[in-house]
């Protein structure tokens, strides 16, 4: 195992906000997508998808498309494999096509493959499909009323996933509390919305497939495209080039690689399919829907005794990732706040609508919202400041929350007072005029997820590093995926830290299932601790062999030196020295190829109760959101007028990169706040799949912001580093919603808070104020 | 999504595009920044045969006044060059700022003035703006021209009196006699949204009385509504808060906004009672700016 270093050690690359590896080339152009590459006699492929919400598929005729020159292949489930696949072992109930019922606006049907994207679009429209139009369920509340018809065959009720869990005795909590309350909450369904749209280009060399993919994670592509096509493990590569984005929408395969994979078998060719914007938010797999009531007893000096989170969330037409989003919206509100009883039942059913999935900070944002939200309310009738309630709640480092979950770190405490103090908390509390306000909200996430997402033995993440025969290089070979959020940097400073090198002489070579080792790839924030455990140990490994050698030639045991920066010494000599490269070319010339590996399991972690894995991490982020808001209070206009985010997240391998994760998870915590939302017409269909009506904000709409940190060493964690990147989305929507209601007085308790929801809320309530005068 | 075939002219001049338009009549489009256009096409909401584009037509960007005199707006300049426009930001800063304050940037290097007007949407920035100013079009074709006063141009959504023949080939701001005007837009985030409503008002004041004034509704019925009822509530009236008030409520009873994914109508009447208030508040202190 890799061993700890202490906090106080100096280091030579992390730490230290070096260039992105990747940013010359995204700035020139240079970088390219999937989208970007050609092959020789590519084709284009494209994907028929249902016009209708819920619909038997009576006949599909292809006849017509087949024959317009120019199509070289039309397939419907009748030419690919019919078993059914999903990201979650535990409900795989998907399938490339659908065999007889269509069960969105979007499910997949066809697909063409034609020697261009004009001629494909054509060929699109020339399918005839016959369907018999079902009663369609939109309605996530009414799914598993008695008379529902049914979406999926094996899943009675519509009853995708049911979790009742119970830790504590929380009616007895109750019984004893001075101050028992209940609120209710809606979570809206929001999409990630990365700018690059999904792509993918198959190519098959006899029968071994690759596939270039927008993906977060080549490994589970990998995974389930060799299960559903009958293939070794071996036989399948999957790679990515550049990524613009991800943010959970990009974890599972899609039809893209389905039946990209099975046109280009069936021509021959390359195919390269791609979703449209408007594809892109039907295939979804974005944030659920969401109700939550919330109760919650306390003490008469605001110490939570115990807590029922009682939950429904819409998860579309499939499974998605959402038994683990069903999961994690309950597991998660025990992070942050240290009381003993809790309890947590959830219904996840299916409807007629896109499936719904992983979206930054996988299901906890939205409880997050309702519990920061609650927890405002709680302390408005104590009479209490909301942040002297937070302070007397919070989680202590060497803790272990009553589901289970071992909190190691945990600088929360220091934290809150960071962020009231910097943002003049007390002060504004007092002082901010009629309309302006200042919220706070706390947030907490895992780094790392304590289990694959299925079952499996091997290592979650894996590393080789390579050095150049004459040591003037070096490159990191790792499954660990660059998606935007910066790894591939990150990951060459740890790896040249371990080494004893320097940053400027690293190369990678990330994300390819055949050149790089296995590791799980970007989700449930998990590269910097997993991916940067097992690089570390890769360049210790190096570093140890170059010291062994050394030894001999300074005449001293290995032990009693060390490298840094390129230079190998001895510790209580220093001017003994020779270069990296020297020792590392001698290497190569008396032993071979300078080649060292890590690799990285988490310990068993979590209790024995049912989804006790879910929620399990080596460590736990944890930050505190204030904002400040500005609310025209005749028209409901939020503007956001400044934010502080004050994080725990262990040590910082690269500052800058660390800040703009905090700026982006709250940028889009804050479109999800006040704009985003999917919205359906009657039918289902998707009345703003485009970015004009769904509003992510734009760079105006952000307000001056401020990320800080405390001080925090994570001892589960290579050099103490812990998440940030889902963490900081997770404060943001409570911390908004309670600056408005100091603002204003009102409460709203569904996302997102829109200027018309503010507006009607501030309207009844002058409504309610006139009446209570005459 | 991709654009229907279609055949595409460039002509060099204006009289080589009408007469193409004449011979193509209802199967062409024009085309000028093609921000609405060639997103409807992809659409497939229209499906014309024939593009002509009149990017050729250079003269047709000027922006230009003769002291004393109106002033001229070609049809084809862009949104931002309206917006930058020194000439307009010291005469009619009132039109530069709507300009600037609508769409985003990319859409504001592409969009034109006139492809603003005959688009005729509800939410159209600029008419409720140039029509309180008392603005004129031309209207050209093999025919000829003729001029028409941009209040009477739109007929609905989609719908104006311009023949399938004709080009806009400039918008004519007459030299004020009113004191002040202002355009403000309420949209649902800072750039890149669309009015959910607009209120454009023009006024001549005289010390506190107010001698004229109009008032044009962005968003609140099928075409830019003049607000008339609220007009007369501050005519020939000295000004108070609570008249304006008055007119706002007056512009809020006589709109017609519809109900839409960006807003219920009863919301963009509340809108509009605030929105008419504050214009009247701003053009009332503040000249043409
Ligand atoms: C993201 C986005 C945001 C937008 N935001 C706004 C906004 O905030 N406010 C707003 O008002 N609009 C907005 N628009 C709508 C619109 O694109 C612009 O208003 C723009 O002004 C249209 O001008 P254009 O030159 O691009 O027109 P085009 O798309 O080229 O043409 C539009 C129509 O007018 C016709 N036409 C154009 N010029 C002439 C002419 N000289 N003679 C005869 N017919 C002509 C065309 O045939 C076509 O039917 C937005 C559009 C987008 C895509």
Request: proline share 5%; net charge neutral.
């Given at each position: 195992?890799?061993?700890?270093?202490?906090?106080?050690?100096?280091?030579?690359?992390?730490?230290?906000?070096?260039?992105?590896?990747?940013?010359?080339?995204?700035?020139?152009?240079?970088?390219?997508?999937?989208?970007?590459?050609?092959?020789?006699?590519?084709?284009?492929?494209?994907?028929?998808?249902?016009?209708?919400?819920?619909?038997?598929?009576?006949?599909?005729?292809?006849?017509?498309?087949?024959?317009?020159?120019?199509?070289?292949?039309?397939?419907?489930?009748?030419?690919?494999?019919?078993?059914?696949?999903?990201?979650?072992?535990?409900?795989?109930?998907?399938?490339?096509?659908?065999?007889?019922?269509?069960?969105?606006?979007?499910?997949?049907?066809?697909?063409?493959?034609?020697?261009?994207?004009?001629?494909?679009?054509?060929?699109?429209?020339?399918?005839?499909?016959?369907?018999?139009?079902?009663?369609?369920?939109?309605?996530?509340?009414?799914?598993?009323?008695?008379?529902?018809?049914?979406?999926?065959?094996?899943?009675?009720?519509?009853?995708?996933?049911?979790?009742?869990?119970?830790?504590?005795?929380?009616?007895?909590?109750?019984?004893?509390?001075?101050?028992?309350?209940?609120?209710?909450?809606?979570?809206q369904r929001a999409y990630?919305t990365?700018?690059?749209?999904?792509?993918?280009?198959?190519?098959?060399?006899?029968?071994?497939?690759?596939?270039?993919?927008?993906?977060?994670?080549?490994?589970?592509?990998?995974?389930?495209?060799?299960?559903?096509?009958?293939?070794?493990?071996?036989?399948?590569?999957?790679?990515?080039?550049?990524?613009?984005?991800?943010?959970?929408?990009?974890?599972?395969?899609?039809?893209?690689?389905?039946?990209?994979?099975?046109?280009?078998?069936?021509?021959?060719?390359?195919?390269?399919?791609?979703?449209?914007?408007?594809?892109?938010?039907?295939?979804?797999?974005?944030r659920?829907?969401?109700?939550?009531?919330?109760?919650?007893?306390?003490?008469?000096?605001?110490?939570?005794?115990?807590?029922?989170?009682?939950?429904?969330?819409?998860?579309?037409?499939?499974?998605?990732?959402?038994?683990?989003?069903?999961?994690?919206?309950?597991?998660?509100?025990?992070?942050?706040?240290?009381?003993?009883?809790?309890?947590?039942?959830?219904?996840?059913?299916?409807?007629?609508?896109?499936?719904?999935?992983?979206?930054?900070?996988?299901?906890?944002?939205?409880?997050?919202?309702?519990?920061?939200?609650?927890?405002?309310?709680?302390?408005?009738?104590?009479?209490?400041?909301?942040?002297?309630?937070?302070?007397?709640?919070?989680?202590?480092?060497?803790?272990?929350?009553?589901?289970?979950?071992?909190?190691?770190?945990?600088?929360?405490?220091?934290?809150?007072?960071?962020?009231?103090?910097?943002?003049?908390?007390?002060?504004?509390?007092?002082?901010?005029?009629?309309?302006?306000?200042?919220?706070?909200?706390?947030?907490?996430?895992?780094?790392?997820?304590?289990?694959?997402?299925?079952?499996?033995?091997?290592?979650?993440?894996?590393?080789?590093?390579?050095?150049?025969?004459?040591?003037?290089?070096?490159?990191?070979?790792?499954?660990?995926?660059?998606?935007?959020?910066?790894?591939?940097?990150?990951?060459?400073?740890?790896?040249?830290?371990?080494?004893?090198?320097?940053?400027?002489?690293?190369?990678?070579?990330?994300?390819?299932?055949?050149?790089?080792?296995?590791?799980?790839?970007?989700?449930?924030?998990?590269?910097?601790?997993?991916?940067?455990?097992?690089?570390?140990?890769?360049?210790?490994?190096?570093?140890?062999?170059?010291?062994?050698?050394?030894?001999?030639?300074?005449?001293?045991?290995?032990?009693?030196?060390?490298?840094?920066?390129?230079?190998?010494?001895?510790?209580?000599?220093?001017?003994?020295?020779?270069?990296?490269?020297?020792?590392?070319?001698?290497?190569?010339?008396?032993?071979?190829?300078?080649?060292?590996?890590?690799?990285?399991?988490?310990?068993?972690?979590?209790?024995?109760?049912?989804?006790?894995?879910?929620?399990?991490?080596?460590?736990?982020?944890?930050?505190?959101?204030?904002?400040?808001?500005?609310?025209?209070?005749?028209?409901?206009?939020?503007?956001?007028?400044?934010?502080?985010?004050?994080?725990?997240?262990?040590?910082?391998?690269?500052?800058?990169?660390?800040?703009?994760?905090?700026?982006?998870?709250?940028?889009m915590?804050m479109g999800e706040s006040v704009w985003e939302e999917v919205?359906?017409?009657?039918?289902?269909?998707?009345?703003?799949?485009?970015?004009?009506?769904y509003r992510i904000p734009?760079?105006?709409?952000?307000?001056?912001?401020?990320?800080?940190?405390?001080?925090?060493?994570?001892?589960?964690?290579?050099?103490?580093?812990?998440?940030?990147?889902?963490?900081?989305?997770?404060?943001?929507?409570?911390?908004?919603?309670?600056?408005?209601?100091?603002?204003?007085?009102?409460?709203?308790?569904?996302l997102p808070?829109?200027?018309?929801?503010?507006?009607?809320?501030?309207?009844?309530?002058?409504?309610?104020?006139?009446?209570?005068?005459? | 999504?991709?654009?229907?075939?279609?055949?595409?002219?460039?002509?060099?001049?204006?009289?080589?595009?009408?007469?193409?338009?004449?011979?193509?009549?209802?199967?062409?489009?024009?085309?000028?920044?093609?921000?609405?256009?060639?997103?409807?096409?992809?659409?497939?909401?229209?499906?014309?045969?024939?593009?002509?584009?009149?990017?050729?037509?250079?003269?047709?960007?000027?922006?230009?006044?003769?002291?004393?005199?109106?002033?001229?707006?070609?049809?084809?300049?862009?949104?931002?060059?309206?917006?930058?426009?020194?000439?307009?930001?010291?005469?009619?800063?009132?039109?530069?700022?709507?300009?600037?304050?609508?769409?985003?940037?990319?859409?504001?290097?592409?969009?034109?003035?006139?492809?603003?007007?005959?688009?005729?949407?509800?939410?159209?920035?600029?008419?409720?703006?140039?029509?309180?100013?008392?603005?004129?079009?031309?209207?050209?074709?093999?025919?000829?021209?003729?001029?028409?006063?941009?209040?009477?141009?739109?007929?609905?959504?989609?719908?104006?009196?311009?023949?399938?023949?004709?080009?806009?080939?400039?918008?004519?701001?007459?030299?004020?006699?009113?004191?002040?005007?202002?355009?403000?837009?309420?949209?649902?985030?800072?750039?890149?949204?669309?009015?959910?409503?607009?209120?454009?008002?023009?006024?001549?004041?005289?010390?506190?009385?107010?001698?004229?004034?109009?008032?044009?509704?962005?968003?609140?019925?099928?075409?830019?509504?003049?607000?008339?009822?609220?007009?007369?509530?501050?005519?020939?009236?000295?000004?108070?808060?609570?008249?304006?008030?008055?007119?706002?409520?007056?512009?809020?009873?006589?709109?017609?906004?519809?109900?839409?994914?960006?807003?219920?109508?009863?919301?963009?009447?509340?809108?509009?009672?605030?929105?008419?208030?504050?214009?009247?508040?701003?053009?009332?202190?503040?000249?043409?700016?």
């Amino acid at each position: 195992m890799t061993e700890i270093q202490s906090p106080g050690d100096t280091y030579s690359v992390i730490g230290k906000s070096v260039k992105r590896i990747d940013g010359k080339a995204k700035v020139t152009g240079q970088a390219k997508y999937t989208g970007d590459l050609k092959f020789p006699g590519m084709l284009v492929g494209k994907i028929l998808t249902s016009p209708y919400a819920h619909a038997r598929i009576v006949h599909i005729d292809t006849s017509a498309a087949e024959k317009l020159p120019g199509v070289k292949a039309v397939i419907t489930h009748k030419d690919v494999p019919s078993q059914k696949y999903g990201i979650s072992p535990a409900r795989w109930d998907e399938n490339i096509f659908c065999i007889d019922k269509a069960l969105f606006v979007g499910d997949k049907i066809a697909a063409v493959a034609a020697v261009d994207e004009e001629t494909v679009y054509k060929a699109l429209k020339m399918i005839r499909v016959e369907y018999e139009v079902l009663p369609a369920i939109l309605d996530p509340l009414k799914a598993m009323d008695e008379d529902a018809p049914l979406i999926q065959a094996d899943y009675p009720h519509n009853i995708n996933t049911e979790i009742h869990q119970n830790f504590g005795d929380v009616e007895k909590a109750f019984a004893e509390s001075f101050y028992v309350r209940t609120d209710r909450f809606v979570g809206q369904r929001a999409y990630q919305t990365p700018i690059e749209p999904h792509s993918a280009i198959s190519l098959w060399d006899g029968d071994k497939l690759t596939v270039y993919s927008s993906t977060q994670s080549p490994h589970y592509f990998q995974y389930y495209i060799a299960r559903q096509f009958g293939l070794p493990l071996g036989n399948v590569r999957v790679l990515k080039t550049y990524i613009g984005g991800g943010f959970g929408g990009k974890l599972e395969p899609t039809g893209l690689e389905f039946a990209g994979a099975a046109l280009a078998k069936i021509t021959g060719k390359p195919v390269k399919m791609f979703y449209d914007r408007h594809e892109m938010f039907a295939h979804n797999r974005g944030r659920h829907r969401q109700y939550m009531n919330l109760t919650t007893g306390v003490d008469k000096e605001g110490k939570i005794l115990g807590v029922h989170a009682d939950f429904l969330m819409d998860g579309g037409a499939y499974t998605s990732l959402g038994v683990a989003s069903a999961y994690y919206a309950g597991a998660l509100l025990t992070i942050l706040y240290d009381f003993p009883n809790y309890r947590f039942d959830m219904y996840r059913v299916y409807t007629n609508l896109p499936a719904c999935g992983a979206q930054r900070g996988h299901g906890h944002p939205q409880p997050r919202f309702a519990f920061e939200s609650h927890l405002d309310n709680i302390a408005h009738h104590l009479g209490l400041d909301p942040i002297d309630l937070r302070l007397r709640n919070a989680r202590k480092p060497g803790t272990i929350t009553p589901n289970e979950f071992k909190v190691g770190s945990c600088a929360l405490q220091a934290a809150i007072e960071k962020a009231r103090d910097i943002s003049h908390w007390d002060e504004k509390r007092k002082t901010l005029s009629q309309g302006r306000g200042i919220g706070i909200g706390l947030g907490a996430f895992v780094s790392g997820a304590g289990y694959p997402i299925y079952r499996t033995d091997l290592p979650h993440a894996a590393a080789v590093i390579k050095v150049n025969e004459d040591g003037s290089s070096a490159t990191l070979y790792t499954g660990a995926v660059d998606i935007g959020q910066g790894s591939d940097t990150i990951l060459c400073q740890m790896a040249a830290e371990a080494m004893g090198y320097s940053f400027e002489k690293m190369n990678i070579i990330s994300a390819d299932t055949e050149a790089a080792p296995h590791d799980f790839g970007a989700y449930a924030s998990r590269q910097t601790l997993m991916s940067g455990a097992a690089v570390k140990q890769a360049g210790e490994e190096v570093k140890n062999q170059l010291l062994e050698l050394a030894a001999s030639s300074f005449g001293v045991p290995a032990a009693e030196l060390d490298a840094q920066a390129e230079i190998i010494y001895v510790k209580e000599k220093p001017e003994r020295r020779r270069t990296f490269a020297d020792v590392a070319r001698e290497f190569f010339v008396k032993k071979g190829p300078l080649v060292g590996k890590g690799s990285y399991i988490p310990p068993k972690l979590g209790g024995k109760f049912k989804g006790a894995a879910v929620g399990t991490s080596p460590a736990y982020s944890f930050a505190a959101q204030v904002t400040e808001v500005e609310v025209d209070e005749e028209t409901g206009e939020v503007n956001l007028v400044e934010a502080w985010d004050v994080h725990d997240c262990g040590q910082v391998i690269n500052p800058a990169l660390l800040h703009a994760q905090v700026h982006g998870a709250f940028f889009m915590g804050m479109g999800e706040s006040v704009w985003e939302e999917v919205l359906f017409d009657k039918k289902g269909k998707i009345l703003n799949a485009n970015l004009a009506d769904y509003r992510i904000p734009t760079a105006l709409d952000m307000p001056q912001f401020h990320s800080e940190l405390v001080d925090s060493y994570e001892p589960n964690a290579p050099w103490g580093v812990k998440e940030v990147g889902e963490g900081a989305t997770t404060p943001t929507m409570g911390s908004i919603a309670n600056a408005i209601y100091h603002a204003t007085g009102v409460r709203i308790n569904s996302l997102p808070m829109s200027y018309e929801k503010v507006w009607r809320a501030l309207k009844e309530k002058r409504e309610r104020d006139s009446r209570a005068n005459v | 999504m991709y654009l229907p075939d279609f055949d595409y002219y460039a002509p060099p001049d204006l009289s080589e595009a009408c007469r193409l338009l004449r011979e193509f009549g209802s199967r062409a489009k024009i085309l000028a920044g093609g921000t609405d256009l060639l997103h409807k096409m992809k659409h497939e909401e229209f499906t014309p045969e024939v593009i002509i584009s009149l990017k050729n037509l250079s003269a047709l960007r000027e922006i230009r006044s003769e002291p004393g005199q109106d002033l001229l707006i070609g049809a084809l300049a862009t949104q931002n060059e309206i917006a930058n426009s020194s000439l307009l930001q010291e005469k009619y800063r009132s039109i530069s700022e709507a300009a600037w304050n609508m769409a985003n940037n990319q859409i504001r290097h592409m969009g034109t003035i006139g492809g603003n007007i005959v688009n005729a949407v509800p939410s159209a920035d600029l008419p409720p703006i140039l029509i309180v100013l008392g603005a004129r079009i031309t209207l050209v074709s093999t025919e000829g021209e003729r001029t028409v006063p941009l209040e009477e141009f739109f007929l609905g959504v989609h719908k104006t009196v311009i023949r399938d023949d004709e080009i806009l080939t400039q918008v004519i701001v007459p030299a004020q006699t009113t004191t002040g005007s202002t355009y403000i837009r309420f949209g649902l985030r800072k750039s890149g949204a669309l009015a959910i409503a607009g209120v454009a008002v023009a006024v001549t004041m005289e010390g506190e009385i107010c001698r004229s004034a109009r008032i044009v509704l962005a968003a609140a019925a099928p075409l830019p509504l003049r607000a008339r009822q609220a007009e007369q509530v501050i005519v020939g009236q000295r000004v108070t808060p609570g008249l304006l008030e008055q007119a706002g409520l007056a512009a809020a009873q006589e709109s017609r906004p519809r109900s839409s994914i960006r807003g219920s109508t009863e919301y963009r009447r509340d809108l509009i009672r605030v929105l008419t208030r504050r214009a009247l508040h701003k053009a009332i202190q503040k000249e043409h700016i």
